[in-house]
Structure formats: structure tokens, C-alpha cells
DNA sequence: ACTTGTTAGTTACAAAAGCAACTATTATTC
DNA sequence: GAATAATAGTTGCTTTTGTAACTAACAAGT
């Protein structure tokens, strides 16, 4: 089951990787930091490596690059200095926007085959393995 | 969705992978080598690039590490010289059957809150998306 | 107030993955 | 049958990831 959990993981990401990559010559965890700022609004770092449940060293690069790029901000919290809060520019915005599409679209394709109640089905069920 | 599917994926192998690493010192691309030699018997790199879908250079690597290890022979094939037939050696063998054991038992263990037309139907989704 | 511990984030170094160029062997085509 | 293309596998170099040690800021206990 790992065994096809990973392939189907592969497949299904390695396409749209191409996407945020030729578009916006962004790394995976770059496109993950976005889409959880884009959807969850201004997080800190610590909050996206628990949610995304990615090594803060990794976001710690992602975000330095998303940075030179300017599609985020960061602005250190004054009640506690330790703490940054990352929200994307309007140009991330944008980003987020455009590749939110794209995702959907992919997404839409990809589950196009299968019904409704299926698509349920195996999303309970990957939330329930990933222990969301 | 491609989300889920690399959290799920994630989580799963993650837990896996400690066990061969610590027991056999093996690496994710090899314990994969391996998996396939001992299911399907002999192969050749290329066969396991195809059905594993992983990039030659990773296999490549793998294989000299198995055999440094003495978990796999290679042949040369007489009738063209550029194909080497790969096999488990006894080691090898013995390897692939305690940790097909594990993988059993974690997959029970994963899959055990799960009916069986849940599963089934599971095993035919990923099937589907990963393009088996 | 001062040691001790914790937390957020960074950096430096080591391991692994990806990519492109290479060798050696066989197939093809003219 | 020589030239060209194709295939299996390897090697070298670059990029990305993982790990562990580090800095800086705060918290708590004594």
C-alpha cells in the first residue's frame, strides 16, 4: 500500500510540478508555502512546517526565496521577536491565484473518471492515513 | 489531491522506510530494487526503471550498493552484452523475505480500521491514478 | 537576577537525487 | 560493410534534501 500510495503520489504531482516550475520557476515546498499562506491567510514558519508537516529548514529556504522573488512579506512580531509572520505580496497573490486555478483544473481532470461518492470515498480515506 | 496523496504517501513510507534502514542499512531506492527482484525474480536494470519508474542513475547506484552489500548478483547476458540479468542472492533472498514480513504486518496494521470493500476499492483508485 | 530550558529560525556540512555527457554494445540503413 | 542511430548502463557535476549544530529571543525556577 506505501508502495502505491507513492507511485500514485508521484504521478499525480510530478505533472503539475512541471506547471508551478516552468511557470514561476518554483521548487515544491516553495508552491506548498504559498498555497498555505493563499489559503490559510499570514502563518509563521513554525505554523507552516506543522501544517504542511515540512522540516523548517525547508521552509526556511523556500521562504528566503519566495522572498527575492517577492512573493512574500515577513514582519516580525513586536510581543515576541522570535516570530515572523510570512503573507504573500500581491504579486504572490497573483501567483497563488493563477496556480489555485491550475490545480483545480488538473485536479478536476484527474478525478474525472471517477464518481462521486469514489472521490469521497478515497478522500476520508487519505485523511485518515495521513492522520490529518 | 495530489496533496493528500503525498501526505498519505508520506506518513506511510516514512514509518517503513526506518525499518530497512535500520536493520539492513538500505536506502529507499534500494529496498525497491529489492522488492522487485524478489517479486517478480530476475530482471535487468531497465526493467525495474520501467516498472518501478525510477530514473536509471538512481538504480544504477542502487544496484552497486546491493551488491557491494552481496544482496544481488549480476550476469552479463551472453546474446547481448549490454543487458545484465540482476537476482537476489541467498542474502538477498532472506533480506526480501523478513522485510516482505514487515511490510505485511505494517500494512495490516495501516489498513486494519478499514473495511475490506473500502480497501479494495482503495487499491483500485491508486491503481487507476498511478497508471498501472 | 541568573542559570536552565524552550522555541523560532538560520547556517554549515553531508547525503541523496537529478541531469547531461560518456562508454560499450547492438540495430539499422545506405 | 561502413556510418548512423539506438539502447543499457555508468560517471561526474549540480541542485536539493536531511541532519545537527548554532544564534537569538523569550520563559521559568531557584
Redesign the pocket.
Known amino acids: 500500500m506505501p508502495y502505491l500510495l507513492n507511485q500514485a503520489a508521484d504521478v499525480t504531482s510530478r505533472e503539475f510540478e512541471a506547471t508551478y516550475k516552468a511557470k514561476y520557476g518554483m521548487?515544491?515546498?516553495e508552491w506548498r508555502v504559498v498555497f498555505h499562506l493563499g489559503r490559510y491567510g499570514s502563518l509563521?514558519?513554525?505554523?507552516?512546517?506543522d501544517r504542511a508537516r515540512?522540516?523548517?529548514?525547508?521552509?526556511?529556504?523556500?521562504?528566503?526565496a519566495l522572498e527575492s522573488k517577492k512573493f512574500l512579506s515577513?514582519k516580525t512580531?513586536?510581543?515576541?521577536?522570535?516570530?515572523?509572520?510570512?503573507s504573500l505580496t500581491k504579486t504572490g497573490s497573483r501567483v497563488f491565484a493563477d496556480l489555485c486555478e491550475q490545480a483545480q483544473l488538473f485536479d478536476a481532470k484527474l478525478m474525472a473518471e471517477f464518481s462521486k461518492s469514489e472521490r469521497a470515498m478515497m478522500r476520508k480515506f487519505l485523511i485518515r492515513v495521513a492522520k490529518f
Not at 44 to 49: N, R, W
Open positions: 521548487l515544491r515546498t509563521t514558519a513554525k505554523e507552516i512546517c515540512v522540516h523548517k529548514t525547508k521552509v526556511s529556504r523556500a521562504v528566503h515577513r512580531l513586536p510581543d515576541d521577536r522570535r516570530h515572523e509572520t510570512l
